[in-house]
């Protein structure tokens, strides 16, 4: 994984530094091992790192008091703030000491698979493996086969959009309509293409946006599963979302407003129309535009959704006692818990289950007689099964220079820059296109 102010700065500012880990040499990692010195002394207590409502503060508590079936061990929740998350870890792990006993990681987890020997494979069993979405426990699954990171919440993707905008726009407005008015791209370029004519609003705040959702919501993406590199190839999902992208800033439905605070005030304002975001985005619309409650629908993406954010669990080598920190997050990923933690801090669960318990409540009326929960849970079990390479922490040129397009440059002369950086970058280490 996002809902209250907190919570959005904090999820944001996470991703946003996500870029920056692979500046921390890998090497420095390998000098972790299982001699690391344990924040705590108290030889009963794990200490979890995690972030602003990443995980259930009810059930934390109940962890705090004792880890069922492993008791004394008990854990000690730590909250670690903002954009340092990441950086503090990968720090610990680097200097081998005070290294959480288990902690939570982002979306960005496959940063972490190169060194996927720091970490305890969580072994699923046939049953736990059914217990959750497939495509979910893929992406926590390093190249190797190991379950390293153990499935949170998750982030299936829809379009949200601003019904008054498209009424304006002479456009259908029930989620149904717009379904089935955008099940193609060119369908939602041509409707956004409306939506400005009539409005002067963009569809979506920018075409790096657009190009990682498309990504996102594809069955392959920069590899094959065989690491041979699959972005120079014509029908690749790399080259349709570049496409795709860049027809969608000449058809004007960009806004190309690349800041936060632009952003925001883009959607109060209704000069964005929408936002193709993962099922966390409900609050964070919902905490950014309180006063158009109401007016705001969510309607399917075309072709498929995808994942955007949702989180993991993992438990370093170095764990005063793996198995119970194992055991713990298996316990709060529960399918009733995650039911529980649903209607708590709205984390999407990653257990279909978590649906059929009768636990889980509608969170409002901000969408107004449109339930989101209905909604992704119908989206979820459609999310692609992919595989994220080890060389994909490598790859940025290519978000970087659909930004340049939309800021004026020429997209033939970005798309062979793209290509270009990263096949440079990539034969660097060893990897050819």
Same mark, same amino acid.
């Given at each position: ?7 959005? *700065? !904090?999820?944001?500012?996470?991703? /946003? ?24 002394? +108290?030889?009963?207590?794990?200490? *979890? ?6 995980? +259930? ?28 998350? +990441? ?39 046939? !049953? ?24 949170? +919440?998750?982030?299936? @993707? ?40 009539? @409005? ?50 000449? /058809? ?66 170095? !764990? ?20 529980? @933690? ?10 279909? /289950? ?24 119908? /989206? ?54």
């Amino acid at each position: 994984m996002t809902a209250a102010p907190s919570t959005s *700065l !904090s999820r944001r500012g996470f991703l /946003a530094g996500a870029g920056a880990l692979g500046a921390l040499a890998t090497t420095a990692l390998l000098a972790g091992c299982s001699t690391g010195t344990a924040i705590s002394k +108290d030889p009963d207590e794990l200490v *979890l790192w995690y972030w602003n409502r990443s995980l +259930d503060p009810k059930f934390l508590k109940q962890a705090a008091g004792g880890i069922s079936g492993h008791h004394p061990m008990r854990l000690r929740p730590d909250l670690i703030g903002g954009a340092s998350y +990441d950086t503090k870890f990968r720090t610990a792990l680097a200097g081998n000491a005070f290294i959480p006993d288990v902690l939570m990681v982002n979306s960005n987890c496959w940063l972490y698979f190169p060194d996927e020997d720091l970490f305890t494979d969580f072994a699923p069993t046939a !049953s736990e493996k059914s217990s959750y979405y497939d495509w979910k426990l893929s992406l926590g699954r390093t190249p190797s086969g190991r379950q390293c990171f153990w499935p949170v +919440d998750t982030g299936p @993707t829809g379009f949200f959009y601003n019904q008054d905008v498209l009424r304006k726009a002479d456009l259908p407005t029930e989620p149904d309509e717009v379904s089935a008015a955008i099940q193609s791209w060119a369908d939602f370029r041509a409707f956004g293409k409306q939506i400005k004519q009539k @409005t002067g609003a963009a569809t979506i705040i920018t075409a790096t946006q657009l190009f990682n959702q498309f990504v996102a919501a594809s069955p392959t993406r920069y590899f094959d599963r065989d690491d041979r590199p699959l972005y120079h190839d014509d029908d690749s999902s790399i080259r349709k979302a570049w496409e795709n992208a860049v027809e969608s800033v000449h /058809a004007g439905i960009t806004a190309n407003l690349q800041s936060g605070t632009d952003q925001n005030a883009g959607w109060v304002a209704g000069r964005v129309a929408g936002q193709i975001e993962g099922a966390w985005w409900t609050q964070v619309i919902h905490d950014t535009a309180p006063d158009l409650s109401g007016k705001w629908r969510i309607a399917r993406q075309p072709e498929r959704p995808g994942n955007s954010g949702g989180s993991f669990l993992a438990v370093p080598k170095t !764990s005063k006692d793996p198995e119970a920190a194992v055991a713990f997050a298996k316990w709060i990923t529960r399918p009733d818990v995650q039911s529980h @933690t649903y209607n708590d801090i709205q984390l999407f669960p990653s257990t279909p /289950a978590s649906f059929e318990n009768g636990l889980m409540r509608n969170p409002g009326d901000f969408f107004g007689d449109q339930n989101p929960l209905d909604f992704f849970s119908e /989206a979820a079990p459609e999310v692609p099964v992919t595989y994220i390479s080890n060389s994909e922490r490598f790859i940025g040129a290519f978000a970087t220079e659909i930004t340049n397009v939309e800021s004026g440059k020429d997209p033939e002369r970005a798309w062979k820059d793209a290509l270009d950086q990263t096949d440079r970058v990539l034969a660097k280490r060893g990897v050819t296109a």
